[in-house]
């Protein structure tokens, strides 16, 4: 089957680095993404890893491991309006987007 | 990216009826994506639907039950048949960018059945 697990929460304080870690198990796999999704908004696209490796995108950063199917999420100078939910999602065979079940990261003052 | 809007927003509806989403993109795409989502919960993709050609469903959803219309590259509809409580939920569409697994969602319509 396909399936991919995350942490169901995480708190962190502002200024804090955070982790979110993702692991996955497709048929086929092209790359993996991360989704920021505040309460009552639209999920919005962060960042996205198709090769092994670190990307970074200002306080974001994401890591795929291909070999471990596995990839996490980091969150740098944590600010309060972080708090959201992280979705982690795969793309499968032929179009197949699978999202992970959520992350939900609360940051206090 | 691209700018989507849905409609409507949100609406509550009787069991046994039925009620179509509009998707409206602001430049011309592919591939549009139909995904529901229960609040709190994770997005299940139901159908991916190309211009011209049958939506593509997965695992547990039905023509029948969600038909979608996609008549050019900016507009595409779901429907959702003969509702029961179990389909309250968000729906939402999404596009890709020119980057495989770049989605932009639109905000989604919630909806609550009866």
């Known amino acids: 089957g396909q399936s991919l697990e995350q942490p169901s929460e995480v708190t962190a304080v502002e200024g804090a680095i955070v982790q979110i870690n993702c692991t996955y198990q497709t048929s086929g796999f092209y790359g993996l993404s991360w989704y920021q999704q505040h309460d009552g908004g639209a999920p919005t696209f962060l960042s996205y890893n198709a090769l092994d490796g670190l990307e970074e995108t200002g306080r974001f950063s994401s890591f795929l491991s291909r070999s471990d199917s596995y990839g996490y999420l980091l969150l740098q100078e944590l600010q309060m309006k972080d708090s959201a939910s992280y979705f982690c999602?795969?793309?499968?065979?032929?179009?197949?987007?699978?999202f992970g079940k959520g992350t939900r990261l609360l940051v206090k003052p | 990216s691209a700018v989507i809007s849905q409609k409507p927003s949100r609406d509550i509806c009787q069991r046994g009826t039925s009620l179509t989403i509009q998707c409206q993109v602001d430049?011309?795409?592919?591939?549009m994506f139909w995904y529901r989502q229960q609040p709190g919960q994770s997005l299940t993709l139901i159908a991916t639907?190309?211009?011209?050609?049958?939506?593509?469903?997965e695992s547990g959803f039905v023509i029948d039950k969600f038909p979608i219309s996609r008549p050019n590259l900016t507009f595409s509809t779901l429907t959702v048949s003969n509702m029961s409580p179990e389909d309250s939920s968000i729906y939402l569409c999404?596009?890709?960018?020119?980057?495989?697994?770049?989605?932009?969602f639109g905000p989604g319509t919630r909806l609550t059945v009866l």
């Open positions: 999404s596009v890709t960018s020119g980057r495989r697994n770049e989605q932009f």
């Open positions: 999602a795969v793309e499968g065979q032929g179009f197949s987007f699978i």
């Open positions: 430049s011309q795409v592919t591939m």
């Open positions: 639907a190309n211009q011209g050609s049958e939506a593509t469903y």
